[in-house]
């Protein structure tokens, strides 16, 4: 990588390549809304590793990405996906009552961080289940078994591969986790944030000003269009008009005090349970 004044003029934007991001990148998309970047799209976990890489100066990243980073970024404000209570696309799909997975195998998303480890809290906090877990190779059904291993039991998906799952779950018994999240704890769950490099905060303050006011606005224009929204994503998934809708009302994009709060109490955890080596700072970037 590494041409720096190129970065400099034209920083690399990351963002989630689901559903979920629409909100945020339609107006910018459709370019009634411009922003001096490259966008580059990725599932979280490939926009984690590009963060941590350098190859990303300003990034959308799972909530647990940060944590692991935050000595090199700060947060972007009133920016995240997130949810208060029912989430959608971050589902525990289950052959069995989430009380009978004890000893059972369950097959992980190779795309997440965060909800890898929500999942992982919600068994052993909130259930006391003990499982089995594995993360299944990209591309692969949720169903895929390891190598001489039974089919798993359970599995857990997020994005659009949540969503469709999630619409033809027949005889499967779905955990919303982030209506989970909000049972045990009473709580926003915050899943992912905007990021910026603080090397790069710190030499081209005014760029990323202008790259977060973009953001934005263009989240803004989002959520005064959620018919539009449904309507598009609808097209470019085959997925239910109705079901979008109702998804883009339940899906979050700000980062109030309270969903602050719910980071911190999942940071929590999250360092109790051994995810975090550290407990991280929450550092806002300020315009
Ligand atoms: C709500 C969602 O949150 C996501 C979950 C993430 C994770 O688990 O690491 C990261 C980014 C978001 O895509 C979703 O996937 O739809």
């Excluded at 411009?34 to 979280?44: F, K, L, N, R, T």
């Excluded at 029912?86 to 052959?95: D, G, P, R």
């Excluded at 659009?160 to 045990?184: C, P, T």
């Excluded at 953001?215 to 079901?243: C, M, Y």
Aim: aromatic share 14%; charged share 20%.
């Amino acid at each position: 990588m590494g041409n720096e004044k190129a970065e400099a003029i034209f920083p690399r934007i990351g963002r989630v390549a689901y559903l979920n991001c629409l909100p945020v990148f339609y107006a910018l998309e459709q370019g009634w809304i411009s922003i001096p970047g490259h966008v580059v799209a990725g599932h979280p976990a490939e926009l984690n590793r590009a963060l941590a890489e350098g190859e990303l100066e300003i990034t959308a990243v799972s909530s647990l990405a940060y944590a692991y980073h935050f000595e090199q970024c700060l947060i972007l404000p009133d920016l995240s996906i997130s949810s208060l209570g029912q989430v959608k696309s971050v589902a525990l799909l289950s052959k069995l009552p989430v009380k009978e997975l004890e000893g059972k195998y369950i097959s992980l998303t190779p795309y997440s961080s965060t909800s890898v480890a929500l999942l992982s809290i919600l068994l052993k906090s909130f259930y006391g289940v003990k499982a089995h877990f594995f993360t299944r190779p990209a591309g692969v059904s949720l169903w895929w078994a390891k190598p001489g291993c039974k089919e798993p039991a359970a599995a857990l998906a997020i994005g659009d591969e949540a969503l469709l799952w999630v619409n033809k779950s027949q005889g499967l018994f779905v955990y919303d986790l982030g209506e989970e999240w909000h049972r045990f704890t009473g709580q926003p769950m915050v899943f992912a944030l905007w990021v910026v490099k603080r090397s790069f905060a710190r030499e081209y303050p005014e760029k990323v000003e202008v790259i977060w006011r973009g953001l934005v606005d263009s989240k803004k224009w989002g959520k005064e269009h959620l018919k539009e929204l449904a309507l598009q994503a609808s097209r470019l998934s085959g997925l239910p008009f109705s079901l979008l809708l109702e998804y883009f009302h339940v899906l979050q994009h700000d980062l109030t005090p309270k969903y602050l709060e719910g980071l911190r109490t999942f940071y929590q955890y999250a360092y109790r349970e051994g995810w975090l080596p550290t407990f991280p700072q929450i550092e806002i970037w300020q315009p």
